[in-house]
């Protein structure tokens, strides 16, 4: 049994917590991990003599086992169902094998407890559970709904690194999009399979802490028929041929909300490029995943957009934040396109079709690579920080393009009473024009009354602040407050909250 306030306790310190996906802190819990382990197996020694109080009617749950149950959900105010409370995911690694009928799963999570857990659970959808383990050994688990629960047969200590093994297998049930007419999550076609997520799809294709507050690395390796390729985030470290086919393995070495986390399996070619941009390190591959049939077509058509979006944004923006990126444009009219963290999702035709529509989507999805996937939303009640953000660039890129004032056109072309609010919506709101426009127009109203070069600094220290994090709107609040002025706070929030949009400065 779980009382209620414990519950929304639990969720609060979750919500307040940032996010601990710095693999690097690992190394520091780790030793203080091992003292806390060897502290309460004593004190679990010196328990045991008493004799048990309340475990008869808890036979699952061995005499060690220690702490409170973690919470369902991270208290998200759109969507209550989504993450879980109590630990913080480090690292997915998930083994998915798609060449028999249904797909089978093995995923191992590293995660730190942030409490001490007599149980845990994990976000999943569908899918048959046929074992699961923490720290190896095997451990009684519980379904309902979204939620996976598994109990503690041995001490999870709070600040100790626990390792969660879940294997699964079945026919992924994509779950209804809260927004549009459409179904998330891993989707099988005739051609092949491919994942669009956002925002609860995950849970459709492995066991995870389905919310953007959790962000983590990721492992990804697929086996598909020999034939197939299968790609994902990141970069592709390995390549086998085997007796069941061919395995891929995918590596995001930088945290990625589990939204954002993707596959595409099918006939397809990938071609591969290098940029050298001039503010990172390290080059940026490229990478393109085309149907086979269409892939030359197709790249005659976008060659060089990328590199010189890339550019263009990183003068804008700072650093391109991920080691590759690139688009996947799979075999169907999608009517839509998916900023998947490194390699955005399109349908092959619209990639096709050489309109400067597409181009400024493609700036959209490229922009989400800072905004959305780098920084990536507190809540899901702060989606304007992601679309918002991706829309002014994109709007900005095609006035590089045209020459054109596109903020002043599109502030034309919306009269104030039909861009609502950006926040405090309901969940088919999130990806409403306003979401999209009036965030847009917010940023350009404060680029306009505070000048280019305030705003850009204001843009470049919200990615180095935030960047492999999660960011809430009183954030960005705070840091207008901090690099522009008291007068610009009280703009952009009658920007994100009246009941009508202000007029845009100079319009
Ligand atoms: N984030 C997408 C964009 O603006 C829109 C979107 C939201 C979406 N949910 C989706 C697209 C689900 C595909 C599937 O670019
Ligand atoms: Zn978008």
Same mark, same amino acid.
């Given at each position: 049994?779980?009382?209620?306030?414990?519950?929304?306790?639990?969720?609060?310190?979750?919500?307040?917590?940032?996010?601990?996906?710095?693999?690097?802190?690992?190394?520091?819990?780790?030793?203080?991990?091992?003292?806390?382990?060897?502290?309460?197996?004593?004190?679990?020694?010196?328990?045991?003599?008493?004799?048990?109080?309340?475990?008869?009617?808890?036979?699952?749950?061995?005499?060690?086992?220690?702490?409170?149950?973690?919470?369902?959900?991270?208290?998200?105010?759109?969507?209550?169902?989504?993450?879980?409370?109590?630990?913080?995911?480090?690292?997915?690694?998930?083994?998915?094998?798609?060449?028999?009928?249904?797909?089978?799963?093995?995923?191992?999570?590293?995660?730190?407890?942030?409490?001490?857990?007599?149980?845990?659970?994990?976000?999943?959808?569908?899918?048959?559970?046929?074992?699961?383990?923490?720290?190896?050994?095997?451990?009684?688990?519980?379904?309902?709904?979204?939620?996976? #629960?598994? +109990? $503690?047969?041995?001490?999870?200590?709070?600040?100790? !690194?626990? /390792?969660? @093994? *879940?294997?699964?297998? &079945?026919?992924?049930?994509?779950?209804?999009?809260?927004?549009?007419?459409?179904?998330?999550?891993?989707?099988?076609?005739?051609?092949?399979?491919?994942?669009?997520?956002?925002?609860?799809?995950?849970?459709?294709?492995?066991?995870?802490?389905?919310?953007?507050?959790?962000?983590?690395?990721?492992?990804?390796?697929?086996?598909?028929?020999?034939?197939?390729?299968?790609?994902?985030?990141?970069?592709?470290?390995?390549?086998?041929?085997?007796?069941?086919?061919?395995?891929?393995?995918?590596?995001?070495?930088?945290?990625?909300? #589990?939204? +954002? $986390?993707?596959?595409?399996?099918?006939?397809?070619? !990938?071609? /591969?490029? @290098? *940029?050298?941009?001039? &503010?990172?390190?390290?080059?940026?591959?490229?990478?393109?995943?085309?149907?086979?049939?269409?892939?030359?077509?197709?790249?005659?058509?976008?060659?060089?957009?990328?590199?010189?979006?890339?550019?263009?944004?990183?003068?804008?923006?700072?650093?391109?934040?991920?080691?590759?990126?690139?688009?996947?444009?799979?075999?169907?009219?999608?009517?839509?396109?998916?900023?998947?963290?490194?390699?955005?999702?399109?349908?092959?035709?619209?990639?096709?079709?050489?309109?400067?529509?597409?181009?400024?989507?493609?700036?959209?999805?490229?922009?989400?690579?800072?905004?959305?996937?780098?920084?990536?939303?507190?809540?899901?009640?702060?989606?304007?920080?992601?679309? &918002?953000?991706?829309?002014?660039?994109?709007?900005?890129?095609?006035?590089?393009?045209?020459?054109?004032?596109?903020?002043?056109?599109?502030?034309?072309?919306?009269?104030?009473?039909?861009?609502?609010?950006?926040?405090?919506?309901?969940?088919?709101?999130?990806?409403?024009?306003?979401?999209?426009?009036?965030?847009?127009?917010?940023?350009?109203?404060?680029?306009?009354?505070?000048?280019?070069?305030?705003?850009?600094?204001?843009?470049?220290?919200?990615?180095?602040?935030?960047?492999?994090?999660?960011?809430?709107?009183?954030?960005?609040?705070?840091?207008?407050?901090?690099?522009?002025?008291?007068?610009?706070?009280?703009?952009?929030?009658?920007?994100?909250?009246?009941?009508?949009?202000?007029?845009?400065?100079?319009?």
């Amino acid at each position: 049994m779980r009382l209620a306030p414990t519950l929304v306790a639990l969720a609060l310190v979750a919500t307040a917590c940032p996010s601990n996906s710095d693999p690097d802190a690992s190394a520091d819990t780790t030793a203080r991990a091992a003292e806390t382990t060897l502290l309460s197996d004593g004190a679990a020694t010196t328990e045991d003599t008493d004799p048990p109080q309340t475990t008869d009617d808890e036979p699952d749950e061995g005499l060690d086992v220690i702490g409170e149950p973690g919470a369902d959900t991270v208290g998200d105010p759109l969507f209550p169902q989504a993450g879980n409370g109590g630990y913080d995911v480090l690292h997915y690694r998930l083994e998915l094998d798609t060449t028999g009928p249904e797909l089978v799963g093995f995923a191992t999570i590293e995660a730190l407890a942030t409490q001490d857990l007599s149980s845990l659970n994990l976000d999943l959808v569908g899918m048959t559970v046929d074992e699961a383990r923490i720290d190896g050994q095997v451990v009684p688990t519980e379904r309902e709904g979204r939620e996976l #629960t598994l +109990l $503690a047969v041995a001490p999870i200590v709070e600040s100790s !690194i626990i /390792t969660i @093994e *879940v294997d699964y297998h &079945g026919e992924p049930q994509p779950v209804p999009d809260p927004a549009f007419p459409t179904i998330l999550g891993w989707i099988e076609e005739p051609w092949g399979s491919y994942v669009a997520a956002e925002p609860l799809g995950a849970a459709t294709w492995f066991p995870g802490n389905d919310h953007p507050l959790d962000k983590a690395t990721f492992e990804i390796i697929v086996t598909v028929e020999s034939g197939e390729i299968a790609a994902g985030p990141g970069l592709l470290v390995d390549q086998q041929d085997g007796p069941d086919g061919t395995t891929f393995t995918w590596l995001m070495d930088d945290p990625m909300a #589990t939204y +954002l $986390a993707s596959v595409v399996v099918g006939d397809f070619t !990938i071609t /591969t490029s @290098e *940029v050298q941009s001039e &503010g990172r390190e390290t080059p940026i591959v490229l990478r393109d995943v085309l149907p086979t049939s269409q892939s030359d077509q197709i790249l005659r058509v976008i060659e060089g957009r990328h590199e010189a979006m890339i550019a263009e944004f990183e003068k804008l923006f700072g650093p391109y934040p991920y080691d590759s990126y690139g688009v996947v444009g799979v075999p169907e009219s999608l009517g839509y396109a998916l900023e998947n963290q490194t390699l955005s999702l399109f349908g092959a035709d619209s990639l096709a079709s050489d309109s400067l529509f597409i181009e400024q989507i493609q700036a959209h999805e490229l922009a989400h690579q800072w905004f959305g996937n780098h920084v990536s939303p507190a809540t899901w009640d702060d989606i304007w920080l992601n679309e &918002g953000f991706a829309s002014w660039a994109d709007l900005y890129w095609i006035g590089v393009v045209t020459g054109q004032d596109q903020f002043q056109r599109t502030a034309g072309t919306f009269d104030s009473n039909s861009l609502g609010p950006l926040t405090d919506l309901q969940p088919s709101e999130m990806f409403n024009t306003n979401v999209y426009i009036r965030g847009a127009l917010t940023l350009e109203a404060l680029r306009r009354t505070e000048g280019d070069d305030a705003f850009f600094e204001l843009m470049r220290a919200w990615t180095t602040t935030y960047g492999g994090s999660s960011a809430s709107t009183d954030d960005f609040l705070a840091l207008v407050g901090e690099w522009m002025s008291a007068d610009a706070v009280s703009l952009a929030r009658s920007w994100i909250e009246d009941e009508q949009m202000p007029r845009l400065p100079g319009a």
